[in-house]
């Protein structure tokens, strides 16, 4: 048997190493070796401080008193770093953007770096966290009792309490030593990451040894584990749904909400990568944290006596098996994890309350001139150690004060769900823009009160803080406020209840305020930032041109991050001026520089309100956004002015462009009628001089003389034809035509149209179908009838194909009277198809038949003229045109 | 400050690029749904221990998500310049 005291030393030299080893990483880091704390794995590790005390004596306790259950806050936390790419790479992006100290800093500065809901955060974090570190305390007093108990070494209640106070102050020494040595502009911790890291793997070697050898040591293998279980009490496993999802939902919100967490998982984190690599790896590490969790409660009910608490069977179980070895590593697992969490907890708590209360109040005490002349650097430093010291005497108090009798796991719970009250702000904040500091400070008042008075108060137990009589009545007699039945509403278990009534009222109290009320400039800008961080990577200006000067600024920062930082900055600030020495021009976005590197040691909130002292408070006003606002609407409707004259100009020229190919290709065209017309003319001219040049000089039998007149009259005949075309064509297009209207059946005039044709119906088929042509049409029938002939005749002329045939198909739609005539030949090419209907127009290849290219341009002249229209239909397999008759002129036969 | 402008068509990497960050958003939801399946299991057999079969089933899960996290912590790139603009809320504009 190992004595108590060899334990004592154990203890003492694990805690000697933490301490070389956190001495160690701040020395390297001061050397400027900071790659390899940066790294992922060191990362992941420093995220394990997610699991507490109550993880490692706690789980096993939950799993013996609920079975499974107790997998529900590791399963939120792994939905969460899974889901990486929603949340928590939004919050380490803002993170490193706005230099974030801390989750009343993100807060905060999200609402116009509005101080108060920094105080109103910092109180809330205190008392979620106070209990969680009593937590702590207790479960190290516990197990050192343990041991002291195995080797009959009689403990008084007094020793016990002695051995909190000593590992309290041992804390406070540590978190004070390392967490407070500097500070840091970015408040980053490598000794106290590396520390913990290591705890980190201890803490899990230690349960999985635990594990692996009750496992295999006492059960004897997997498959007679899961018998064990099986047997076990807690076989039956029927987990209540609301449980159920409000554990996964608190443990998940916990997760990013928790002080601590927050400080390891935003503020400590260096680089997006180690974020990528603990989306996977986190999971896995909380995944061997709980794998052996049921089995050993399954095992330590199974040996060890009723009495024994299930909360420390990770100790007591391998004390009663006698491996001593075994148990001091469990020892040291669960000390691990309980000072892991307390040290993060205290220094990030202590970063709130001097940045949020303390510092605040010593500033406003010294207006105006404070800034300048006092010592800053001191005060906070000063104000961070003795925050340490009291957040953990507090601990001890609350220790001391609740006796340390309840079950380790209910602790836990009241802390998360009072924690996660910050929750509906942080989240509306990073993914709501109309999210404003009224709405935060309603919703943080509401779901605290709730939580207080529904969790946090009654969780001391009935007659300690509230009366049976209120549990039962209702404070004064109020049925519906009784805390575990609000409006009335009984039997659900208190921890759903909590939760859900915390939770759903601060949601609505932060929706509904936020949506009545405005926020202003600085809550505007700060939310663009926040909420659109990827897109904006530098902030905006929140400066205006100001008073301050140069020096003055200096003066402060030095103050704030000491010397030799201060004047780096602004050397490098001058030079980014083009200015040599330490005083650059104080320009809006050097102060809106400065105020960040100044909130990554004081939090957003202190530095915006020093740097505010200085510059006069000339801070951006409603009008300087409005005239900025005003600017950018008037450029951008310059441009968009801009944009649609440009868009008006483009379509002006591909309409003139269309014109100007358009009178290119008619004059081409009327170039060729002239020589055309010209041959037109001289063709029958030529013929006509010379038959009557003989008539009139020779002397002409009397057979050929007969013949010779008959040339004559005929090509007389067709020179009158091309003049008639031609004047007909004038008078209709100068519309002084006069329309003879009448009255017939559409067959009719297509009968008539095919004979007066000419068309040879055995060369020229035509199909047509009389029963759709019984259409009666009211206009001038023989003008209808000349265009009919022409596209007739046309087919006849220029169907190219050894069996021509034409279709003349009448249709009627919406009221108007449809003939299409298509024939099989090789239609007209698309190119020409806009010209054919030009005067003078006429298909260049098509030269052979003795029009003058009038036809078409007469056709559509007398359509229009008839109120109709006559155009080219493209893809009938051969030329096609289809004349429409109006509507008024039609009546059906019935 | 620049305006937000989007990239209608993509070529093929930066095409996948963004199923990739679609399957990251998409991983948690699943992961939460199937965490809540045990809730739907029968309890009317009381023969069967429920006990050990959720300790198989999620731990089980547990794994798959772990493997799935890692295979998209490995093909995920962090820099945002492949598609001039991630989409600003969640879902990309495409």
Known sequence: MISFNLLIVVSLMYVVFLFLVAFAAERRAAQGKTSWVRSSVIYTLSLSIYCTAWTFYGAVGYAARSGLEFVTIYLGPTLVMIGWWWLVRKLVRIGRTQRLTSIADLISSRYGKSPVLGVMVTVLAIVGTTPYIALQLQSVTQSIAVFAASSDEMWLPGDLNRAAMWVAVGLAVFTVLFGTRNLDAHERHHGIVLAIAVEAVVKLCALLAVGIFVVWGIAGGVGATLELIDASAQSQWSPSPSRWIGLIFVSGAAFVCLPRMFQVLVVENSDEQSLSTASWAFPTYLMLMSLFVVPIAVVGLDLMPESANPDLFVVTVPISEGRQGLAILAFLGGFSSATSMVIVATLSLATMVSNHIIVPSWLNARTPGAVVSGDVRQVVIMSRRVSISVILALGYVYFRVSGGGTALASIGLVSFIGVVQVFPAMIGGVFWRGANRWGAGAGLIVGFSVWLWTNFLPSFGIDAVISQAVFLGGPFGIGWLRPEALFGISGTDPFVHALFWSIFLNTSAFIFVSILTFPNPLERLQGAQFVNVFDYSSGARTWLQSAAQAEDLLVMSQRILGGAEALSIFATEARSQGKTGFQPDVTPDFIGRLERELSGSVGAATAHAMIGQLTEGTIVSVDDLIAVADETAQIMEYSSRLEAKSAEANSTARALREANEKLTALSIQKDAFLSQISHELRTPMTSIRAFSDILRDEDVENVARKRFAGIIHEQSNRLTRLLDDLLDLGVLESGQVQLNIGQDILADVLDRAVIASGVNTGKLAIARRAGNETVNVHTDLDRLAQVFINLISNAAKYCANDVPKLRIIVRQFAGQTIIDFCDNGAGIPSESQSMIFEKFSRLEDEGKAGGAGLGLAICRQIMGALGGDITYLPGQGGAAFRVTLPAAQVLVLQ | ?94
């Open chain 2, 1 to 94: 400050m620049k305006l937000p402008s989007r990239t209608e068509f993509l070529d093929r990497s930066s095409y996948r690029q963004r199923r990739f960050r679609d399957a990251a958003r998409w991983l948690p939801i699943f992961a939460g749904v199937l965490m809540l399946l045990p809730l739907m299991w029968p309890r009317e057999t009381p023969d069967q221990s429920q006990t050990s079969n959720g300790i198989v089933y999620l731990f089980g899960l547990w794994v798959i998500l772990v493997v799935l996290a890692f295979v998209l912590s490995r093909v995920l790139r962090l820099s945002e310049s492949l598609d001039g603009n991630d989409a600003p809320n969640g879902w990309g504009g495409e």
